[in-house]
């Protein structure tokens, strides 16, 4: 080890501080929408700037309401409905492009590899695909937030690059000793893929749980099929809790009216934020493969 | 199995076809399903992009509807909307791309002095955290700081900003877009430059160290030339994607006093094509949005061959 001179010293200094400044901004924002969501509601809504700590008296009186809320809690069990389907349907497609893009000696695997990619540069836009959906009878139903924007390309090129760095050997000895191709696939080379598939499913997973948009274009009359992140927008961006207040009752209603938007905001991100640091490994290989090969 | 393959090399196309088929059927039943799944929802949508070029009706279909050539590419090249959209949407790329691109290279740099490993895991940590927090939310928390009296809103009014909530003023809001497009993906897209630097041989800076470099002397002459080529290619895909600001956010950010600076060309295809069902005139836009986007990105993928020999793709 070499000894460090004074200037340098300072910069160690100065650049510990910045990094720790540097979080407090990627994590204060999160913890205000904490602490607003216990916070007095007579006294939150008043109250301006950021919330270090809880404003006035700590109360779940937020969270209470909506954990009663039929609108709330039925967005929320169709998120997750989304996010397991569409996610387990993404995934067992995204294997099978994978394999086939990850084979070598296929007469028409390079025009594969070509129809795949090319979904990335060029698409038919915003109405075209509205009218496909529409055509195949999916709006107003769930599958339209499941199968749809299921499949993504970037992810297939993810999980070829993994599947392509499996020895030949392996596989060929399968195959000489009479395995189908399917059969290859599923017990030698996704027995051997666990991490990357985990990469996968994180980057599905979150994609769905995530998303909004689909759904607002395609259930235009459902309300009762809306994914959390929609009732979401409804709630903070178009200031609608009143539609929430209206169909519960009692005066807990009128006085946590406040709360609502932070409490609902803390239940959609709770499971990714207690979720992230177990897969926050994965999650950094991916974006490296991603990174490179994207 | 593999043995057949040597042979087919003087057949027909048919036979080799035959062949083909012989040997790989089931790998092309697996690759079936991937291949309708794609023909359904991209390139059947593509067949669509004819509306681009005809006053489409839905009760006559693609088909049938009047062909009328170039004319809703007409109507938006001379619509008073056109430079404005044109306009909004190279802004925020160009501003974006100002900021968010060398920050994440400089907060990968300032990691790579952190001697402390634990420390440094911990920063990485909280600084991938908001990649994993929706849209909707951060949008959601942006409202509530940028509201009459919310933080944002009560920090400008300190350096003497009197236009009240910076959310719903045109001014604020290219700075309250970008502002938390780098919140949200600072710490992701450091992730490429901390591994570029983690690759950087260690050598080199013992080399730079006996020839008495300082650690800054070290950053310039190793540490930078060594990320180079990763911060070139990175910056080629980034300006070919300077056409492409997306709508998710903007439409949730966004409203008429906004308009004026946060209207984009897809923001624009989505409110004609859906909320006004203008089929065809927002298909033309998008076609356009597209087509540019296309050759911006081939572009740019062109110069990077040039300039690095490492091709996108």
């Not at chain 1, 496909?132 to 999980?159: C, E, H, Q």
Request: net charge positive.
């Amino acid at each position: 080890m070499y000894r460090r001179s004074t200037g340098e010293k300072i910069f160690a200094v100065f650049n510990t501080i910045f990094l720790i400044l540097l979080c407090m901004i990627f994590f204060l924002p999160v913890w205000h929408v904490a602490m607003g969501s216990i916070s007095d509601p007579l006294k939150v809504a008043a109250t301006s700037g950021l919330y270090i700590k809880p404003v006035g008296k700590v109360t779940l009186g937020g969270y209470r309401l909506i954990l009663q809320n039929s609108t709330i809690l039925r967005a929320y069990g169709n998120t997750i409905i989304y996010v397991v389907a569409a996610t387990t349907f993404g995934l067992i497609l995204n294997i099978l492009a994978a394999y086939v893009m990850s084979t070598k000696g296929l007469m028409f695997g390079k025009a594969f590899a070509l129809f795949v990619v090319f979904t990335m540069i060029f698409n038919g836009g915003l109405v075209p695909t509205f009218m496909v959906v529409n055509k195949l009878g999916m709006m107003d139903t769930r599958w339209a937030l499941i199968i749809p924007g299921a499949l993504s390309a970037y992810n297939i090129i993810i999980m070829r690059t993994s599947f392509s760095e499996i020895p030949r050997e392996m596989l060929d000895a399968a195959s000489i000793d009479g395995a189908s191709e399917f059969k290859i696939l599923t017990s030698i080379i996704l027995p051997v893929s666990k991490s990357i598939i985990a990469v996968i499913i994180l980057f599905y997973a979150v994609q769905h749980w995530n998303a909004w948009f689909n759904a607002a274009l395609y259930l235009q009359k459902s309300r009762d099929l809306y994914p959390l992140q929609l009732t979401l927008r409804e709630i903070v961006l178009q200031a609608t809790e009143n539609s929430i207040v209206a169909d519960a009752d009692g005066q807990d209603v009128m006085i946590y009216r406040p709360l609502i938007k932070y409490a609902t905001i803390m239940i959609s991100i709770i499971p990714m934020m207690v979720l992230y640091p177990f897969v926050q490994k994965y999650f950094v290989s991916g974006v490296m493969i991603g990174a490179v090969k994207g | 199995m593999s043995s057949i393959k040597t042979v087919t090399k003087k057949k027909s196309f048919g036979q080799r076809l035959k062949i083909e088929i012989k040997n790989h059927w089931q790998m092309y039943l697996l690759a079936l399903p991937v291949v309708l799944y794609f023909f359904i929802f991209n390139y059947a949508p593509m067949f669509g992009i004819a509306m681009a070029f005809e006053k489409y009706q839905v009760k006559k279909g693609i088909l049938g509807s009047q062909f009328v050539g170039l004319s809703h590419f007409q109507r938006f090249f001379t619509s008073p909307y056109f430079w404005r959209l044109l306009k909004n949407t190279l802004l925020i790329s160009f501003y974006g791309l100002l900021f968010s691109f060398p920050l994440p290279i400089i907060f990968a740099l300032c990691l790579n002095e952190v001697r402390n490993g634990k420390f440094k895991k911990v920063v990485q940590t909280i600084s991938y955290l908001p990649y994993f927090i929706s849209v909707v939310v951060v949008v959601s928390i942006l409202f509530d700081f940028g509201k009459a009296n919310g933080l944002i809103t009560n920090i400008a009014s300190l350096f003497g900003w009197s236009g009240g909530a910076v959310i719903s003023s045109a001014k604020w809001f290219r700075s309250l877009y970008i502002g938390s497009n780098l919140w949200q993906h600072l710490g992701y897209n450091s992730i490429i430059f901390i591994s570029a630097l983690a690759a950087v041989d260690p050598t080199l800076y013992e080399a730079a160290r006996i020839d008495g470099a300082n650690r800054w002397k070290q950053t310039l002459h190793v540490t930078l030339p060594g990320i180079a080529s990763t911060i070139i290619v990175l910056l080629i895909l980034r300006l070919g994607q300077i056409m492409g600001v997306g709508y998710e956010k903007i439409i949730l950010m966004y409203g008429p006093s906004t308009y004026e600076t946060a209207d984009v060309i897809s923001s624009y295809v989505y409110r004609v094509g859906i909320l006004d069902a203008d089929y065809s005139y927002s298909t033309a836009v998008n076609l356009f949005n597209s087509l540019a986007n296309m050759i911006v990105l081939f572009t740019a993928n062109f110069i990077s061959r040039k300039v690095n020999e490492t091709s996108i793709w």
